[in-house]
């Protein structure tokens, strides 16, 4: 069973805005009309409902949050993957996004950043045997999944996706639990955990 859908929220947490949306059950003809024609047609192409749902809607909160910044409607902002699939606006802006069971989290910011929003019913029995996820389960006390939750925001922030992970170490953690990670190249990364209720984790993380 998925998790129920969080109300709307919003937080700022290593000063990257934070907002958090629930997922409608079916699609929704407004937030189809945010998208740019390139991603109503990727939509298209999914043959699951609950995928298009999920895409279109995070999407779409996304394009009204970067068209109420930028003073721009939503369909024409420019979104493109760089080399290595992390999405970007061309002017710019810093932004992520995830989303898990019913729920979306967007981040942005002036440097680059990763989010990620896991339930809490995630299976664990995979994500607890990584390495820098199980070095930060022992320096945090915290569950697996949202000990990484900090991990795949760290990984994203730097735009490399899950290899990021390859060469990651915890390098420290101070009383609010704000975790500091380095790369094999040496990129520093700032991780901290963003409270959402009892049925989602998640967490953003910021490049030095």
């Known amino acids: 069973m998925k998790a129920p859908p969080i109300d709307e929220w919003s937080g700022r947490v290593l000063d990257v805005e934070l907002r958090a949306y629930a ?18 047609s ?41 080399d ?30 990763g989010v990620d929003i896991e339930t809490t019913r995630r299976p664990a029995r995979y994500i607890g045997r990584l390495r820098i996820v199980a070095a930060v389960v022992a320096a945090t006390s915290l569950e697996p999944v949202a000990a990484f939750t900090l991990v795949e925001a760290a990984s994203k922030a730097i735009g490399r996706g899950i290899g990021a992970l390859k060469g990651m170490s915890l390098v420290g953690v101070d009383a609010a639990n704000e975790l500091r990670f ?3 190249g040496g990129a520093t990364i700032r991780a901290a955990p963003v409270a959402l209720g009892e049925d989602y984790v998640a967490a953003v993380a910021v490049l030095d």
């Open 23 to 40: 997922l409608p059950e079916r699609l929704v003809a407004a937030d189809l009309a945010q998208l740019s024609a390139a991603e109503r």
């Open 84 to 113: 290595f699939g992390k999405p970007q606006h061309a002017g710019g802006l810093q932004f992520n996004l995830s989303h898990s069971g019913r729920a979306v989290l967007i981040g942005w910011g002036a440097r680059p950043l």
């Open 42 to 82: 990727r939509a298209e192409g999914f043959s699951a409902s609950r995928r298009r749902v999920e895409y279109v809607t995070a999407r779409a909160h996304l394009r009204r949050t970067l068209g109420a910044i930028l003073g721009a409607p939503p369909p024409t902002i420019p979104i493109d993957a760089d």
């Open 182 to 184: 380095a790369t094999r």
